[in-house]
């Protein structure tokens, strides 16, 4: 079955660096895009970034643009979140997200806490 186990995650201080990853399994990870999104205490799940299947496409929320690099390593079937300078804002719980056959597929989630 699709399974996606997120990692990275911690407590940094305002500016600090943080990379998420997200290993997959139970599907052929190279046929399809992945996205990362974050969901704060209170607020609604967000999309934050997303990448084609074959890296070539990549977009990110305004929110994050510039500091955030999505990647794929299609042979270790991990995606990866690079979040560089980060604010407290965004602290929240990131999940990465596959679609497939109609249905989506999250992680558990890893929790980013930025202090300032």
């Known amino acids: 079955q699709v399974q996606l186990v997120e990692s990275g995650g911690g407590l940094v201080e305002s500016g600090g660096s943080l990379r998420l990853s997200c290993a997959a399994s139970?599907?052929?990870?190279?046929?399809?895009?992945m996205k990362w999104y974050r969901q704060a205490p209170g607020k609604e799940r967000e999309m934050v970034a997303l990448?084609?299947?074959?890296?070539?496409?990549?977009n990110y929320a305004d929110s994050v643009k510039g500091r955030f690099t999505i990647s794929r390593d299609n042979a270790k079937n991990t995606v990866y979140l690079q979040m560089n300078s980060l604010k407290p804002e965004d602290t929240a719980v990131y999940y990465c997200k596959v679609a497939r056959a109609g249905l989506d597929y999250w992680g558990q989630g890893t929790q980013v806490t930025v202090s300032s």
């Open positions: 139970g599907f052929t990870f190279s046929n399809y895009p």
């Open positions: 990448i084609s299947s074959g890296s070539s496409i990549t």
